[in-house]
């Protein structure tokens, strides 16, 4: 199958549902200031806790995010879908499942997902997470097993089962979602949202342009992008602010309950592994920062853009792209905004002498599609995830 034929469902889901996504897909959205939430209302509380979904690739990051969602009465996790990523899935998998029976949430089903992205061979980054995934640190074999339901298929029916409920938090390559989207033309139109750590309008960390977890899939993270689906992107520009450090592993290790001795273990053998890697900074809390601006959506500055991904690109594939008549070199005067962004084209790369293509113009109207965290308070999210990670 190529990405034609891939995409082409896609395509005709996207094209009838443009009218009303212009209208709904921000419904749920707003933007947020420093201190100033003014989606309060909607916000998760351990009293109206949201359905969520959380794909990951752990991952020393993956760990941390999945014990802060563990430990956070806000979120009824309804699943948790491993793929392959930072490692292969045999791994990712098994330390999904550790994760779970570390805090002690059993009750949680783990599904497999996809071994490979859905048109490209694995690259993955044992570089920064290590063989095991866990920075080194050595856990026991799970117990536990995962549900007998692919992932993309659990996703698909725990979205059935809630529409317009569940939000996905996507920690890893989007394949597992994209894949459930393939599957069920209805499925984007039920998903209440998508808060995903991935992607970067400020340049990349496994090539200049593209951030890994866009790079490894991004096909699929097209397919996630024009889905229309309310996303949220917790990308690079705000997550490489997120350094952990051996203040950190002190205050986890200073507790004794069995997920903050874990988490301790686990950063330890991260700060370690990236050091004898030579990493001047890091390693970062990528993925719990995502999990936690879904908690608290105050701990970040947003901005609306429409995100689209580059596939075809030799250097860049993976890379994201922003668009905001708003933003950088388009910024207008007050008087001028307006109209700017009225007359705003998403524009694509200029046509070639030999091609066929005329126009350069990829979408005529500028319309947003995503949330994007563009500032962090790092002190505050680190008081949230330690504060939860150290709860007794
Ligand atoms: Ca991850």
Redesign the pocket.
């Known amino acids: 199958m190529d990405i034609e034929q891939l995409l082409h469902t896609r395509r005709q889901f996207v094209t009838a549902a443009a009218a009303s996504l212009a209208v709904t897909a921000f419904s749920g959205a707003v933007p947020f200031a420093w201190g100033v939430d003014l989606s309060k209302s909607d916000r998760p509380s351990a009293n109206n806790p949201a359905r969520v979904i959380i794909d990951?690739?752990?991952?020393v990051?993956?760990a941390f995010a999945l014990l802060l969602a563990m430990r956070s009465p806000e979120l009824k996790i309804e699943a948790i879908t491993a793929v392959a990523?930072?490692v292969p899935l045999d791994i990712t998998l098994p330390n999904a499942l550790r994760m779970v029976e570390i805090a002690g949430r059993t009750d949680i089903p783990v599904a497999a997902g996809a071994k490979a992205p859905l048109l490209r061979r694995l690259v993955s980054a044992a570089y920064a997470h290590g063989d095991n995934g866990l920075g080194g640190a050595v856990f026991p074999e799970p117990e536990i097993k995962p549900v007998d339901v692919p992932a993309a298929e659990l996703i698909r029916q725990i979205v059935r089962k809630y529409p317009h409920e569940v939000t996905l938090i996507t920690?890893?390559p989007l394949t597992n979602v994209a894949a459930a989207l393939n599957a069920d033309d209805e499925l984007a139109g039920l998903v209440k949202g998508l808060t995903m750590?991935g992607g970067s309008l400020s340049g990349g960390n496994i090539t200049p342009a593209a951030e890994f977890?866009i790079y490894v899939d991004p096909e699929a993270a097209h397919i996630v992008f024009q889905s229309g689906i309310p996303l949220t992107m917790v990308g690079l520009d705000v997550t490489r602010r997120t350094s952990l450090t051996g203040e950190h592993v002190r205050a986890l290790l200073a507790n004794s309950s069995s997920v903050s001795q874990a988490a301790a273990k686990i950063a330890r053998n991260a700060i370690d592994h990236n050091r004898a890697q030579g990493f001047l900074v890091g390693p970062n809390m990528?993925?719990s920062l995502a999990v936690a601006s879904f908690l608290d959506p105050s701990l970040l500055k947003w901005k609306e853009y429409y995100v689209d991904v580059e596939t075809a690109g030799e250097l860049t594939a993976g890379e994201t792209l922003g668009y905001s008549p708003t933003a950088g070199d388009l910024r207008r005067s007050p008087e001028m905004e307006k109209q700017a962004i009225a007359a705003m084209q998403i524009r694509g790369s200029a046509p070639t002498i030999a091609g066929t293509r005329v126009s350069p113009v990829v979408k005529e109207k500028y319309v947003p599609n995503t949330n994007v965290a563009v500032d962090v308070d790092s002190e505050r999210f680190f008081e949230l995830l330690i504060g939860r990670l150290t709860k007794q």
Do not use: E, Y
Not at 56 to 59: A, K, L, S, V, Y
């Open positions: 990951t690739d752990p991952g990051d993956d990523g930072n920690i890893g750590m977890n990528h993925d």
